[in-house]
Every structure is written in structure tokens, then in C-alpha cells.
């Protein structure tokens, strides 16, 4: 039978029950990443079960929420996150490093991998042609000493891709125009799989921005094909070796499935306080602003920053507009100052934060 990447990938980590939608089934999980603001708890909870080691084939421990150290805690949860990850076997990624979802995608994303993270937006790395998904510090836990993540099978919702991007309008647009059509609930319980003619135009960083808002959407987890674009991605990280091919057969269906001719769209924006509240950008226009975040978690490629420099190179932001620059890794950082990207914001009087979370959960120039 003709399977799309999906069911491919639940199929090849199935350990327990059958893959009938709405069934229980137990999964082998590969991956693990935990970040500072859920870590610790799951370090707790390793010491509790008196582990030895971790029993996964990768861990990751990531310092990238609680980054302002204004009294004694933080740092201190920090040296505890250190000595956890030496005991029990995980990497350790230090404060400063940038964000858990694009710095695992690039240092350790593995097509056909399955990684579930404490973090909501784990489902990220889903860019590569991985079944990632967000769950509970508990759930980690009980990974990293070997047993299987429990899930009711999802549906695969899948999105077929035609047409071509209109100039201005980017990858955000996209699963934008899911939330304008479905709202924040419309991919509970699914695995939204993206398919299509139009998937060539995407890369994997604009993968990265679609697969990281289906939590946004609800949804148990985003799939992307791993094809030549996620080859390509993983030559450019230095990692062509951990590419594998995922690619749905001929023929393959879907439980659920939606169309969007790219062509079609412009510019979307999420009025407060819902990411399901859509409208076009000209319907927002004119409405005040007093501050906007570039970067952070839902913008993390290079491209998000340099075109913003681009725009404002020479020019000044206004005076009651706090421009704040997220940047997502040091290596984003170091590539906006080799660029002199990062001279053209900070002179059109831009803010920057550290690389890390900042401005996606408030922490810092809120």
C-alpha cells in the first residue's frame, strides 16, 4: 500500500499497538531536547528513577529560555542543567548558543529520526523530514531511560502546495494562511504533511517557519518530506552524511486534505492575541506600532534579519517604535556582523538581545 512520509515515519518507530486512527500506540523515541525552563524538572525526575545513563541514541540539554540573570536562580539552574547533562550523557547547549529548534536542526536533525522535546515548538524540526513532537518533562524523562512515547494515532492532514510565492510574500505567509482558514484548534490531533509542486521553492529554513507554527495550529506534529532541499540544507551544515531520503510513495493518501495555490496569497499578520486571528496586512495598515521583535523562535533564518536590514539600511526607526533584534544563534549573530547586516539595524536604531528566546516569551524589552 502506497504510504505517505507520515505513516512512514510512525510505522518505522511503531512498538506497541497497530496505527489505526484514534488508537493507542507506543513509539520508539530517538531524539530528546529539553530546554532551562522545563530541564530541570526532567533532571529531577532522572535522578528520582536513579538512571545511569541516558538510553536514547541523542540527548540535548539547551540554556535558551531563562537568560536574564537578575539575582542568583537562573544561574544557578544553569550550573545544575551542566552537571545533569555530564552525569547522565546529554549534550549540553549554554546560554547564549540561541534557540533549541534551529540550533537542533542544524547540529542534529536526522531525516526518519523521531525527536519529542519539552518545548512546544520541538515540531520544528519536522523542516528535515523528522517526526517531532512537543510533550510533557515526564514523557522526556521516561524516554531518556528507554521506554516508548504513548500517543493516540493521528490523522494526516495533507497540504497540497501549488503555484509559485508572490515577491514580499514569505514561508510565515503560509501557515498564516492555515490559522486565517482553520484557527488554533483546526490541527488537533493531526500530523499535518506538506506535499506538492511548491514545496521546490521552500528551503528548509522556511520549512523550519511552517513546521514550527503547526503548534500553533494544534497540531500533534508538521511533516516535510527529507528531498533534495533537506539535502542540500544538511551539505550546507556540514552534516550531508545524516541525510536520509523520506519522500511519500506514488499514489499516497491522506486522512484530511487542503489546497493553497502560493501564488494566491500576500501578506499575512496575526492581530493580538490570538496567532489565529489573520488579516492581511493591508486590512492592518495604518494601526499604531510601538514594537517589533525580528528573529526569536518563528523567524530564524538569516533571510528574517537581513531583509528587515535591508529595508531600514540608512534610514531611521521611529521614535516610539522599539525595534528589537532577536537574533536566533550565535551563528545567525556572527553572520548578520560579517554581512553588516547588523550595522544597518543597530544604526537605524535597533535593540538586540541575546541569542536565545527573548522576545518570543517576553523575556526582556516586554
Known amino acids: 500500500?502506497?504510504?505517505?512520509?507520515?505513516?512512514?515515519?510512525?510505522?518505522?518507530?511503531?512498538?506497541?499497538?497497530?496505527?489505526?486512527?484514534?488508537?493507542?500506540?507506543?513509539?520508539?523515541?530517538?531524539?530528546?531536547?529539553?530546554?532551562?525552563?522545563?530541564?530541570?524538572?526532567?533532571m529531577l525526575e532522572l535522578e528520582a528513577m536513579g538512571l545511569d545513563r541516558i538510553r536514547t541514541e541523542l540527548s540535548v540539554q539547551y540554556v535558551d529560555h531563562n537568560l536574564l540573570q537578575t539575582d542568583e536562580k537562573n544561574p544557578e539552574?544553569?550550573?545544575?542543567?551542566?552537571?545533569?547533562?555530564?552525569?547522565?550523557?546529554?549534550?549540553?547547549?549554554?546560554?547564549?548558543?540561541?534557540?533549541?529548534?534551529?540550533v537542533h536542526q542544524a547540529h542534529?536533525?536526522?531525516?526518519g529520526?523521531?525527536?519529542?522535546?519539552?518545548?512546544?515548538?520541538?515540531?520544528?524540526?519536522?523542516?528535515?523530514?523528522?517526526?517531532?513532537?512537543?510533550?510533557?518533562?515526564?514523557?522526556i524523562a521516561m524516554a531518556m531511560a528507554?521506554?516508548?512515547?504513548?500517543?493516540?494515532?493521528?490523522?494526516?492532514?495533507?497540504?497540497?502546495?501549488?503555484?509559485?510565492?508572490?515577491?514580499?510574500?514569505?514561508?510565515?505567509?503560509?501557515?498564516?494562511?492555515?490559522?486565517?482558514?482553520?484557527?488554533?484548534?483546526?490541527?488537533?490531533?493531526?500530523?499535518?504533511?506538506?506535499?506538492?509542486?511548491?514545496?521546490?521553492?521552500?528551503?528548509?529554513?522556511?520549512?523550519?517557519?511552517?513546521?514550527?507554527?503547526?503548534?500553533?495550529?494544534?497540531?500533534?506534529?508538521?511533516?516535510?518530506?527529507?528531498?533534495?532541499?533537506?539535502?542540500?540544507y544538511l551539505r550546507a551544515v556540514g552534516r550531508e552524511d545524516a541525510f536520509e531520503r523520506w519522500e511519500a510513495d506514488a499514489g499516497a493518501s491522506y486522512d484530511v486534505t487542503e489546497q493553497i495555490d502560493l501564488s494566491t496569497l500576500e501578506p499575512l499578520i496575526a492581530r493580538p492575541s490570538s496567532p489565529g486571528n489573520v488579516v492581511t496586512v493591508a486590512e492592518a495598515a495604518g494601526e499604531e506600532v510601538f514594537q517589533v521583535v525580528v528573529g526569536s523562535s518563528a523567524n530564524p533564518g538569516l533571510r528574517d534579519f537581513a531583509v528587515v536590514a535591508e529595508i531600514l539600511a540608512g534610514q531611521q526607526s521611529h521614535d516610539q517604535v522599539s525595534v528589537d533584534i532577536n537574533p536566533t544563534s550565535r551563528e545567525v549573530l556572527a553572520d548578520l556582523i560579517t554581512g553588516g547586516?547588523?550595522?544597518?539595524?543597530?544604526?537605524?536604531?535597533?535593540?538586540?538581545?541575546?541569542?536565545?528566546?527573548?522576545?518570543c516569551i517576553g523575556m526582556g524589552q516586554a
Not at 20 to 41: S, Y
Open 146 to 232: 528507554g521506554q516508548p512515547m504513548y500517543v493516540t494515532t493521528p490523522d494526516v492532514w495533507g497540504v497540497e502546495l501549488t503555484g509559485t510565492l508572490p515577491d514580499w510574500v514569505s514561508a510565515k505567509d503560509v501557515v498564516l494562511e492555515m490559522l486565517r482558514r482553520h484557527g488554533v484548534s483546526g490541527g488537533v490531533g493531526r500530523i499535518i504533511e506538506y506535499h506538492g509542486e511548491g514545496l521546490a521553492q521552500l528551503t528548509a529554513m522556511d520549512r523550519h517557519v511552517i513546521a514550527n507554527m503547526g503548534a500553533e495550529l494544534g497540531a500533534t506534529a508538521t511533516v516535510f518530506p527529507a528531498d533534495d532541499v533537506a539535502r542540500d
Open 108 to 111: 542534529f536533525g536526522r531525516p
Open 113 to 139: 529520526a523521531l525527536l519529542i522535546g519539552s518545548d512546544s515548538h520541538t515540531c520544528a524540526a519536522g523542516a528535515l523530514g523528522m517526526l517531532a513532537v512537543g510533550v510533557g518533562g515526564l514523557e
Open 1 to 42: 500500500m502506497a504510504r505517505n512520509v507520515a505513516q512512514k515515519l510512525l510505522a518505522s518507530h511503531l512498538v506497541d499497538g497497530e496505527l489505526t486512527p484514534g488508537a493507542e500506540v507506543g513509539l520508539r523515541v530517538d531524539q530528546t531536547l529539553t530546554q532551562d525552563a522545563t530541564g530541570t524538572m526532567v
Open 341 to 359: 547586516w547588523l550595522t544597518s539595524l543597530v544604526g537605524a536604531g535597533a535593540r538586540i538581545h541575546q541569542s536565545g528566546c527573548m522576545g
Open 77 to 102: 539552574d544553569h550550573m545544575f542543567l551542566r552537571s545533569a547533562a555530564e552525569r547522565f550523557g546529554l549534550w549540553f547547549s549554554q546560554a547564549g548558543n540561541g534557540v533549541s529548534h534551529p
